[in-house]
């Protein structure tokens, strides 16, 4: 197969490495026949790399990285009965069994077997199992029957492959917040952050219905592009009075729901860190009784916070504020299977150009360094690698 993947060597690098090829064999070392082996179709660069790349996480030199995967089956194990070699697709990002209690109950995100350390399980990822991340040219997933999804028509798919490769984390990922924020027909939303899972969040709030989508940053290129892509663009660096700025576009200085797309290395106006100023400006500006959505992430470890509560994932937040206001909270890990499916149909059926909206930008695999790069400069882009110049032809 001659793999190779893009590994974290230290705070601040990656680089493009020759790799073992992948084997039907667990971290642990056991066989495992429900298991197939993916070459790797296309392969994304997620901000949650970007937190451990920053050495913001306790991930070691050498891991592999990448949970946003679409591929073609080349292999499968004996006990794979549903998939065949030469079958595309999604795979989320979440390590699921499909045998416990919370994979059965469809909380994924959660699954109680694939990670001896804590619930949860994710491909090259810190603390998530030790599954070989898949920015690489060929990876292994277990699981398969119950994990995969299948595309129904390769060429199709090869067609939308821009768009399909969203479904492995950050489409469903940006569902699921605006979908647990309570968004519906006519609902007024904030999203916070316009990287690709703000926006994410924003199309899903327009799909699901909502009368008028605000996306904040304090990032002016991506707020030009939100505001291209149809959404209204709420420039933070104005002013630090949030229910003002959202009362001069609505009427009023409160939403039915937001969320959160920027996570624990959020900053204020002051340009240091404040990792729970958009927690407790979300319990501001959201109405009595409404929600609030967490797809942005909070981690139990951050050693490279500048304040040492939130070296150990403890944030000053106002939460007395969101109880009185009844609000409600959703945080963790999307559940990728719950919502997968039905968002594959809505893009083959032209009602989600989920590509167009986070700026999809094809980059050959050995480039992965410079799209970390860029990605981390700020850019208007959602950086999608391709490891065999399939999706370049």
Partial sequence: MSNIGVVYTGPGKVEVQKIDDPKLHGPDGRKLEHAVI????????CGSDQHM?????????????????????????????MLSVGDVVSVPFNVACGRCRCCREGDTGVCLTVNPERAGGAYGYVDMGGWIGGQARYVMVPYADFNLLKFPDRDRAMEKIRDLTMLS???PTGFHGALQAGVGVGSIVYVAGAGPVGMAAAASARILGAAVVMVGDFNKERLAHAEKVGFTPVDLSKSDNLPEMIAEITGAPEVDAAIDAVGFEARGHSGGEQPAIVLN???????????IGIPGLYVTEDPGAEDKAAQTGNLSMRFGLGWAKAQTFHTGQTPVLRYNRQL???????RLPIADI?????????????GYASFDSGVAKKFVLDPHGLLAS
């Fill in 38 to 45: 993916l070459k790797v179709i296309s392969t994304n660069i």
């Fill in 53 to 81: 790349v920053r050495g913001r996480t306790t991930a070691q030199p050498g891991l592999v990285l990448g949970h946003e995967i679409t591929g073609e089956i080349v292999e499968v194990g004996s006990d794979v009965e």
């Fill in 169 to 171: 984390d950050i489409l």
């Fill in 281 to 291: 400006q979300m319990m501001e500006i959201t109405r009595v009784a409404g929600g």
């Fill in 344 to 350: 594959m149909q809505a893009i083959l059926h032209d």
């Fill in 358 to 370: 986070v700026n999809a930008t094809i980059i050959p695999l050995d480039e992965a360094p410079q």
